[in-house]
């Protein structure tokens, strides 16, 4: 139980660290809102022509009666728009740090030198296209995953009484795992941490990664908190990597601000 607060911790020292690195902070959220914009056009037309894709869909509905056409097709526009709705915040962050992976690596190193007793930060040696490359295929990886879950708790979610308690429940908590997997790997990913331990490494200390991503998953629900949450996240999963690996942090170094990040 101690591991949720420790997690939780860094989810809040993030946080901290970008208000007091101004400059940083305001770098890290062009990538947000770049994503945001296409995200929400995405989920306008879901809204506006999903009805008419469910009615191509279903052609052998045409000839049902009344009201038993309209109800069918009522769920299923509600469920596909509710699909993309979960499938937006599942992709939200892989999709931004892909968007953003020069901003966020820059931002993760400066949290490490900062954290880091002898002032140092490891450093990826591999160009930027190989980077995109790797993010890109572990992010796909980790939303199969992510979506065979999704698609395990969408059908639980029938089930009486436990669908809407229990499932719902266990969805944030899985929600909040890949959650801190993707941001994680911004600092994990430098070190030459491969896909597969990295799971294995979040899954030795589930405590620990559900304190900070099941309430950073929840807080990424209301509209336009993700964007203003990523650069604190990303510095906060920064120094939960450093825990999981093992490797020493100055604990007063996320409180003291960098001389020309400090706005008066």
Do not use: C
Not at 2 to 16: A, E
Not at 17 to 31: A, D, K
Not at 141 to 150: E, N, P, Q, T, Y
Not at 214 to 230: E, H, K, S, Y
Request: aromatic residues 12%; glycine residues 10%.
């Amino acid at each position: 139980m101690r591991d949720l607060g420790v997690g939780f911790g860094y989810l809040l020292k993030g946080q901290r660290w970008v208000t007091r690195h101004g400059r940083s902070y305001g770098f890290g959220l062009l990538p947000g809102l770049i994503t945001l914009v296409l995200y929400a056009a995405a989920l306008v037309a879901l809204a506006i022509w999903g009805a008419d894709a469910v009615t191509w869909a279903t052609p052998f509905a045409d000839d049902w009666s009344s009201p038993w056409q309209g109800l069918f097709r009522g769920f299923l526009t509600a469920v596909l728009f509710a699909l993309g709705l979960l499938l937006a915040v599942l992709t939200f962050t892989a999709v931004t740090l892909l968007v953003g992976q020069p901003f966020y690596e820059n931002l993760s190193e400066k949290v490490d030198a900062d954290v880091s007793p002898d002032g140092t930060a490891p450093r990826s040696h591999l160009p930027l296209w190989r980077e995109l490359w790797i993010s890109a295929r572990d992010s796909l990886r980790v939303l199969v995953r992510a979506g065979l879950w999704g698609v395990l708790l969408f059908a639980l979610g029938f089930l009486p009484f436990v669908g809407q308690t229990v499932v719902p429940v266990i969805g944030f908590f899985v929600t909040g795992f890949f959650l801190t997997e993707e941001l994680a790997a911004v600092a994990m990913q430098r070190r030459g941490v491969d896909l597969r331990a990295r799971l294995t490494l979040l899954r030795s200390r589930k405590s620990l990664v559900w304190g900070f991503g099941t309430p950073l998953g929840l807080a990424f629900l209301v509209p336009f908190v993700a964007v203003f949450l990523m650069p604190g996240a990303v510095a906060g999963a920064t120094l939960l990597a450093r825990d999981l690996l093992g490797e020493e942090t100055r604990e007063d170094g996320a409180d003291e601000p960098e001389a020309e990040d400090v706005t008066p």
